[in-house]
């Protein structure tokens, strides 16, 4: 598999995987679709009325959602977070250390929490920092079954439709929607009519939203 790091349009980083020719984020800007997608539909949603959050991504990738959410955790003392994030094919040192988030996020003291997210264990939950508990499954999201009604909010981020369609099936959904609790959200950026189709025949009521820049929709998915 070969991957680079790659700047997007907002000066943030991403990576390029010149095998499926995808990147991880949008090229018109990687902090700024994350912060839209993310966290301005997902996770500040959840947050109005919940302080003990559980995350689930898919996938890990640069690990710039994650600290994301480690940054609000810092910010916010009051604040319990269990995110577990899967990734397969994990990055490499050496393209971790070409990603820019912290300079970007003007948070520079927080670069080797950034790292630390990275370095912990596979397969454990980790205290990174302040209410943040982490654990990446390195497993194929086909292969991963949640626990029943475990989860708060769903990051799903995996590549496009186009370039890997089985991600985006209905039976994926469903097994997600059977892991998350009642009133529980799923956001991506994807809003490909048959992915909305999909969400709908799994359980979940689906909302159309303004994209992030450069992008015209995405969705969002309640149980």
């Known amino acids: 598999m070969e991957r680079k790091v790659a700047l ?21 800007g990687a902090v700024q679709e994350s912060k839209h997608v993310f966290m301005k539909m997902g996770w500040e949603e959840v947050r109005k009325s919940e302080t003990t959050i559980s995350v689930l991504e898919m996938g890990f990738g640069t690990g710039l959602n994650a600290f994301l ?17 899967l990734e397969a094919f994990p990055l490499e040192k050496e393209e971790i250390i070409g990603l820019n988030y912290a300079e970007q996020l003007k948070a520079n003291q927080q670069q080797e ?10 397969e454990i939950p980790v205290s990174v920092e302040n209410g943040f508990t982490l654990l990446k499954r390195n497993i194929k999201l086909e292969d991963f079954i949640p626990d029943t009604a ?6 799903y981020d ?19 929607f059977d892991g998350m609790k009642p009133g529980g959200m799923l956001v991506t950026y994807c ?11 799994a359980g ?7 994209g ?12």
Request: proline share 4%; with cysteine.
């Open 8 to 28: 997007t349009k907002d000066g943030s980083s991403t990576i390029h995987n010149s095998s499926l020719n995808q990147h991880y984020h949008s090229i018109h």
């Open 212 to 223: 992030p820049v450069g992008k015209r929709e995405m969705l969002r998915g309640r149980k």
């Open 150 to 155: 475990a989860y708060d909010l769903v990051f």
């Open 69 to 85: 959410i480690l940054l609000e955790c810092i910010a916010d003392p009051s604040l319990t977070v269990q995110y577990t994030t």
């Open 158 to 176: 995996a590549f496009a439709p186009d370039a890997q369609p089985e991600l985006w099936t209905e039976d994926i959904f469903k097994n997600l």
């Open 113 to 122: 929490n950034f790292l630390k997210l990275h370095r912990v264990e596979w």
């Open 204 to 210: 979940f009521s689906v909302e159309r939203l303004q």
């Open 191 to 201: 809003a490909k009519g048959q992915v909305r189709r999909n969400l709908i025949a």
